[in-house]
């Protein structure tokens, strides 16, 4: 699984869509839609806002990379 899919299935599980968590980590949908699909990777600094947002640690995103 990559590190997007791990962001997805994380937002997913907490009924989130891909606007409002964006919009509360101050990117854009389109830069988080290319982060999910992978096509995009995030900085650390998207990567600790959406943890912060989730209400979890960034190592969460790279379980089973």
Request: glycine share 10%; hydrophobic share 40%.
């Amino acid at each position: 699984m990559t590190i997007g899919k791990n962001i997805q299935e994380v937002r997913e599980s907490q009924n989130l869509t891909q606007a409002e968590t964006a919009e509360r980590v101050g990117i854009t949908q389109a830069a988080l839609c290319q982060i999910e699909r992978g096509t995009r990777n995030p900085s650390l600094q998207v990567a600790a806002g959406l943890a912060a947002v989730f209400g979890c640690k960034i190592e969460r995103f790279l379980e089973g990379t």
